[in-house]
């Protein structure tokens, strides 16, 4: 059987897919139905705003994709599976075609759930002011981008392990952990300094610690801001996201963009690396 059609009748015929479809749905749906409330009680909600609730709230299915991507990379913890596919296709074909689906898949799914909330909330919500899409496009090339580092952090935690769920605890464990670990060390440094009346939107640029964690790949995710951006947020020369505003600079994370495009071939050459290596 080819290994493309084999690993989508996988994913379609097991509880991955539509678990995938189901929390991507939810976060349009809880999107628009937490920004109605919010427009009956303080009216003129936009929908520029259900887009940025729509974005937060589709972390949940993030992290459920995370979760479902590196158990399958971890192909080697069953042993039945692992000696199937390797002896019909080589490790690449294997990597490669999992990798491929599933992110497309995610992709798919997240701009899917995405032009949904906005047809919706034009419908519902303020358009007075409309979005801007050169923003817009540009937002979505740096989340393509950020995707990258995703594949490459995935890729490699996946390959230190061979067992499926030590992988996904590895994986969460950075991609949660570093940004706890992050926020309270910079909250005892401001302590310390005596500086903890500083606004939380400042504390990057105040606390060593918070410039240092700029260069965290994953800060490269705080540029979705840029897919809401609107008309009048462009003239302002400022953008709003949730309650945090930001000076709307197209080099706006510029520092995470530089590590995730040398961090990202590093990360997925030793999980290459590992994976060869490896014997059935």
């Known amino acids: ?15 991955r897919g539509w678990t995938l479809i189901g929390f991507y749905l939810l976060a349009s749906i809880l999107a628009v139905v937490i920004g109605i409330f919010i427009d009956r009680a303080y009216a003129n909600f936009s929908h520029a705003r259900a887009l940025d609730l729509y974005m937060t709230i589709s972390i949940v299915g993030l992290l459920v994709f995370v979760g479902i991507v590196v158990s399958s990379l971890a192909f080697d913890s069953n042993k039945d599976s ?6 019909r296709f080589t490790m690449k074909q294997i990597i490669l075609t999992k990798l491929v689906i599933y992110f497309s898949f995610s992709g798919i799914l997240f701009y899917s759930g995405f032009i949904l909330t906005l047809i919706i909330s034009m419908f519902l919500f303020d358009t007075s002011d409309p979005l801007n899409l ?26 230190i392990f061979r067992g499926s769920v030590a992988s996904v605890l590895l994986t969460l464990a950075v991609l949660i952990g570093i940004p706890i670990i992050g926020t309270t060390l910079i909250t005892v440094e401001l302590l310390m300094r005596g500086l903890m009346d500083t606004p939380p939107v400042e ?42 505003v930001f000076e709307l600079d197209a080099h706006f994370r ?9 961090a990202s071939p590093i990360l997925a050459l030793l999980a290459w690396r590992r994976y060869s290596r490896r014997e059935i």
């Open 1 to 15: 059987m080819n290994l493309w059609k084999m690993e989508l009748i996988h994913l379609y015929r097991s509880w």
């Open 82 to 87: 692992s000696i199937f596919l390797r002896t």
């Open 134 to 159: 050169n923003w817009v496009l540009w937002g979505i090339f740096l989340e393509l981008i950020s995707g990258f580092f995703y594949v490459s952090l995935m890729l490699f935690t996946s390959s």
């Open 203 to 244: 504390w990057e640029y105040v606390s060593y610690v918070g410039r240092t964690l700029l260069w965290w790949p994953a800060a490269l995710s705080d540029t979705q801001a840029f897919m809401s951006v609107t008309e009048s947020e462009v003239n302002s020369g400022m953008i709003s996201f949730f309650g945090q």
């Open 254 to 262: 510029y520092k995470p963009l530089i590590s995730t495009l040398i």
